[in-house]
């Protein structure tokens, strides 16, 4: 099973890239990550595999059901395929980018199952309200 730990900061190159982190990319099989609008203004990431799996969870609410049909498209609308070059970098695409207010710091936070990318300033007021859950 994938585990995706640990907090980074890093930041975007000048062509929108950024470097994911070792510990994060040990855990990539594949030269290829999906990425998707988050909850909470961040960009979800996940492997292959990781997508698969939350892919299914979704598939089980049948089209019929409103809330399935919304969180589909919500996530899969924007889902994106980038590949991970021999440096360990990816293009954030402009869109994804645009969602979660990126344009130059970033924290990339290991989520358990996926990984997530988040503007800066945006995390640290949101990991804040974390303190109070321990």
Not at 108 to 127: K, M, P, T
């Amino acid at each position: 099973m994938k585990l995706f730990l640990g907090e980074y900061d890093h930041a975007l190159d000048e062509r929108g890239r950024v470097t994911l982190p070792r510990k994060i990319r040990q855990e990539i099989e594949d030269v290829e990550v999906i990425l998707a609008r988050g909850y909470e203004g961040c960009v979800f990431g996940f492997d292959k595999r990781s997508w698969e799996v939350e892919a299914a969870k979704h598939f089980d609410t049948p089209v019929t059901d409103e809330k399935g049909r919304q969180i589909r498209r919500y996530l899969f609308g924007s889902a994106q395929k980038v590949e991970v070059d021999k440096l360990g970098r990816i293009l954030l695409p402009a869109q994804l980018k645009e969602y979660a207010s990126i344009s130059r710091e970033v924290i990339v936070v290991g989520a358990g199952d996926h990984f997530e990318i988040w503007n800066r300033l945006r995390w640290q007021e949101y990991s804040k309200n974390l303190e109070g859950l321990s």
